[in-house]
């Protein structure tokens, strides 16, 4: 039998090329031609070559602030991953509570990103603040708006509140496709309910871990507006992670060509640490 | 509307003309040699043409960011570097 090819499909694909090409592969091809450029303003640029391109990579402030990056980042996954499928398995798969939990947890990604950085910015202040205020009372010296350590710790537990409910989401969704049947067999074997966590669940999870990893990882290393309205970088500059870092010298010093030149670094960091993820989940997946 | 807020200059559009002719040549090369020739090479990565061009290319730039960020501003030899790359890649990855 002859296979018909129909490539009208092709038409069904246009429109996203075209919101794709509009809202990434232009805006990224001006960003790469403002790094090779100096300009004052007023649309004039002249030729600079490389220089900003040496100017970021040779900065000691861009290896602080991608240093504080790959920190901030890191934690949240080595904290939020568990978290998520430990709550995750936590949750009732039948009955009432099931909408009930789910609503819960989805509650925080509703609410919008600087709300969630005023929110923890009012809860967490020393003296009115509900947190700062138990905190200080217990005897614990705590002034996340003085102490650097303070303010990671803030900043930690803020983005882990707001985010750990899309582990747990994926995680659950995840778990819920699980057929009853491998249940009943492990039942059968003995199986003990880490064997069932290791050798079923886990497994069944690792596509939507991967995707909640890969998302996860992302969106923390682009975060901007939560630690912006939490502690604005400070204090000094003990939280100015590279995204606040950009912005400073984007729009803070209007210097256009060394932000366009942090950006793209900034991209290719990102673009390699995702892929290196990606390729490494999907290996052990193959195997 | 102009271009002009885009600030083209010749470099960056040779660049991105290169990209796109990559591209390009790989949808030919599936054209007569569909499959995308998957292979599992010496890093033991399941790869297709494609994979192997964008490794190529991510490689390459950080060829480029770590020779300017450790080395100097001289572009010769991490281009030389980059084919050194580019034809690893396609040939053992």
New interface residues.
């Given amino acids: 039998m002859n296979k018909t090819v129909n490539q009208k499909a092709w038409l069904f694909v246009l429109p996203v090329l075209v919101l794709v090409a509009f809202n990434a592969i232009?805006p990224l091809?001006?960003v790469?031609?403002?790094s090779?450029?100096e300009?004052f303003g007023n649309?004039v640029?002249s030729?600079a070559g490389?220089?900003w391109?040496?100017e970021v990579?040779?900065s000691q402030r861009f290896h602080a602030s991608l240093g504080r990056q790959l920190f901030f980042t890191f934690t949240i996954l080595a904290i939020e991953v568990p978290l998520g499928v430990i709550i995750a398995l936590a949750m009732p798969r039948k009955g009432i509570w099931v909408s009930v939990c789910l609503v819960l947890m989805a509650m925080p990604l509703l609410i919008p990103w600087n709300v969630v950085g005023a929110i923890w910015n009012i809860f967490a202040l020393p003296q009115i603040g509900m947190l700062g205020n138990l905190l200080n009372g217990m005897g614990i010296d705590y002034n996340f708006t003085r102490q650097p350590g303070d303010a990671w710790a803030t900043l930690i537990a803020m983005d882990v509140w707001h985010w750990t409910s899309l582990v747990v989401l994926l995680a659950y969704a995840g778990l819920v496709s699980i057929p009853e049947a491998y249940y009943q067999a492990a039942k059968i074997d003995g199986a003990s309910s880490w064997a069932i966590f290791r050798y079923i669940q886990l497994p069944k999870m690792k596509r939507v871990l991967t995707i909640a990893i890969l998302l996860r990882f992302m969106d923390s290393f682009n975060i901007y507006t939560e630690p912006f309205v939490l502690t604005g970088g400070g204090p000094g500059n003990s939280t100015t992670l590279l995204s606040i870092d950009l912005v400073k010298v984007a729009l803070g010093q209007f210097d256009l060509g060394p932000a366009a030149a942090m950006s793209l670094?900034y991209f290719?960091v990102i673009?390699?640490l995702s892929?290196v993820f990606y390729?490494l989940m999907m290996?052990d997946e193959?195997q | 509307m102009g271009l002009s807020w885009m600030a083209w200059t010749w470099p960056t559009a040779l660049f991105f003309i290169f990209i796109a002719a990559a591209i390009s040549t790989m949808a030919v090369w599936e054209y007569y040699k569909p499959g995308g020739d998957p292979r599992r090479g010496v890093f033991a990565l399941d790869t297709t043409r494609g994979d192997r061009l964008f490794i190529t290319l991510l490689g390459s730039a950080f060829i480029f960011l770590a020779w300017l960020g450790l080395v100097g501003s001289s572009l010769w030899w991490p281009m030389i570097i980059a084919f050194i790359w580019g034809g690893f890649v396609f040939r053992y990855v």
């Fill in positions: 232009i091809m001006t790469v031609n403002y090779v450029q300009t649309n640029f030729w490389i220089i391109f040496e990579l040779t670094v290719l673009l390699l892929w390729t290996r193959e």
